[in-house]
């Protein structure tokens, strides 16, 4: 599983969240009834349609959801977790911990990449080097930001040294973004970076790694197709093939489900759970997430720069009526950056309330008593353009005129990244379901831009707690400077947080044992498809 525990103390508390919802990933599922003598095909060929394609097949060359759920299935990590949020082996069969800053991990022998090349500790040093190399300018160089060095002990050990402790540093290492790519396409890639290529070119059309399927082909904006590796060195996939399909319009995905075309449609809006639940021949998948909603400021941008503007926006938005009327009422309104099952969550911290009269107060205080014009980016999903609507209508009791304005996805992140929004829509997901991974992403001074801080915070106080908080191992320590991050990040507003939502698939009633975890991935481990 892709969500995160960590082997150091804290997680006694985290795995009794994270059991409860886990339990909950699973989809219909049970296998079919088989009388004395008989047995049963389990594998086939899946259809996925997905609202957006894949940016990137190389585990360093993005941080979004579309294009990690396609490569947690190309390539593994280090370490695991099952569904009681115990760590696993993952390509590591052990680790210690030798002291507060020092860490070996013992890796598997006789792993062999979808290439041949076999799993060594001089091939994750080439991965980790290759996650931190400025010339690469890999977003999810965050992960082993903490680490000072790494070393090869012996073919089949890999040290780790640490700058300071680091409690969430096996949740790191579960992270997609630290899958193990074989070593040829690492040299391959950087050939091409001599000739004038971008990182990733040549990884993006030859991905290979360990994982359960390998790349077939992969149409950019039409579909990505992965096939089973038959020498994969644990229990194999049932599936033979997994196709993932572009599908941008939600209609589309529900049509071609329901006409059989595909299996799965994934990005199931709120406002057609009814019409799934309904139909014969399909189920739904609904899974409480680690995902945050949220409208973000340009904090380094005129009028957005003043704390006050911020808050005056914040104040006006009804996120209640938002969630009901966007959302139809599924999923729960956002009391800060954090879902509650996540480690490091207050529920003692309260967001800004709803109060137009005092959202008008600060904005006249702030020098705009007559309001202002902005504009508000979002990306084609409906329901975020539904929700953009709905803020361009409740801050017109502020003055503030608002246009829309919708960008390809692709196209929208590049954007986020340059700093040329004034507002904008996005979603969070913490993958490691600790509280690190999410605050210091999203507000250190230190991750502006693609790692994940679009709002372009810079706040001296922030970063001093997130940076303590990452070092402390003790878990009331560590809950406490949480807190603390919360609460200022609340007072300085540079986001909306709006609502917490529940994954939602439509699913074929001949798809057995399906089901996305809380971080919005796909678990296709023992997935088939059941033929009559």
Not at 103 to 114: P, S, T, V
Request: some cysteine; proline content about 4%; charged content about 25%.
């Amino acid at each position: 599983m892709l969500v995160n525990k960590n082997y150091i103390l804290h997680p006694l508390i985290l795995l009794s969240m994270l059991a409860i919802i886990l339990a909950a990933c699973a989809g219909d599922g049970s296998d079919p009834e088989l009388t004395s003598g008989e047995s049963a095909y389990k594998g086939g060929e899946i259809s996925i349609a997905l609202e957006e394609d894949a940016v990137s097949l190389s585990p360093h060359g993005s941080n979004d959801i579309p294009s990690s759920n396609v490569t947690v299935n190309i390539y593994e990590t280090l370490v695991n977790y099952d569904e009681g949020g115990e760590a696993t082996p993952g390509l590591a069969k052990d680790w210690k911990e030798i002291d507060e800053k020092t860490w070996d991990f013992y890796l598997h022998e006789g792993i062999k990449f979808h290439d041949g090349e076999e799993l060594t500790a001089e091939v994750v040093q080439k991965n980790f080097d290759r996650l931190v190399d400025d010339k690469v300018g890999s977003p999810r160089a965050f992960l082993l930001e903490p680490v000072d060095s790494w070393e090869v002990i012996d073919d089949y050990t890999f040290r780790i040294h640490l700058k300071h402790s680091f409690g969430p540093l096996l949740a790191n290492l579960a992270h997609p973004g630290a899958g193990i790519m074989s070593p040829a396409i690492i040299e391959e890639d950087y050939k091409q970076m001599e000739e004038g290529k971008d990182p990733d070119t040549y990884i993006n059309q030859n991905p290979v790694g360990t994982g359960l399927f390998k790349l077939e082909n992969w149409t950019p904006g039409e579909e990505i197709i992965l096939s089973k590796f038959d020498d994969y060195h644990d229990e194999q996939a049932n599936l033979d093939q997994v196709t993932f399909k572009v599908m941008p319009e939600e209609s589309s995905r529900i049509a071609n489900l329901l006409s059989g075309t595909i299996d799965v449609a994934h990005d199931i809006e709120t406002g057609s759970v009814t019409q799934i639940k309904n139909e014969e021949g399909v189920y739904l998948v609904q899974q409480p997430s680690f995902t945050l909603n949220y409208v973000g400021f340009n904090t380094q941008k005129e009028p957005f720069d003043d704390m006050k503007v911020r808050q005056a926006i914040s104040k006006a938005i009804d996120k209640e009526s938002i969630i009901e009327g966007v959302y139809n009422g599924i999923g729960d309104p956002a009391n800060g950056p954090l879902a509650p099952a996540i480690f490091g969550y207050d529920k003692s911290v309260e967001d800004l309330n709803n109060d137009l009269e005092e959202a008008k107060e600060l904005l006249e205080e702030a020098g705009y008593p007559d309001g202002f014009e902005t504009t508000i980016w979002t990306n084609s999903e409906e329901e975020r353009l539904d929700m953009a609507v709905a803020i361009q209508s409740q801050l017109k009791e502020l003055n503030i005129d608002v246009s829309i304005e919708e960008m390809e996805w692709g196209a929208y992140l590049d954007r986020l990244v340059n700093g040329e929004h004034d507002m904008f829509m996005l979603g969070w997901v913490t993958i490691s379901a600790d509280a690190d991974q999410a605050l210091y992403q999203l507000f250190h001074s230190s991750q502006h831009g693609e790692a994940g801080n679009r709002t372009f915070l810079d706040d001296e106080e922030v970063d001093q707690i997130l940076e303590n908080a990452r070092r402390e191992t003790d878990v009331e320590q560590r809950q406490d400077l949480y807190a603390q991050a919360q609460k200022r990040l609340i007072e300085l507003a540079p986001m909306i947080y709006v609502n917490h939502t529940d994954h939602l698939a439509g699913v074929s009633d001949d798809v057995k044992d399906f089901s996305i975890s809380s971080t919005g991935l796909f678990q296709l481990q023992n997935t088939y498809i059941e033929n009559d």
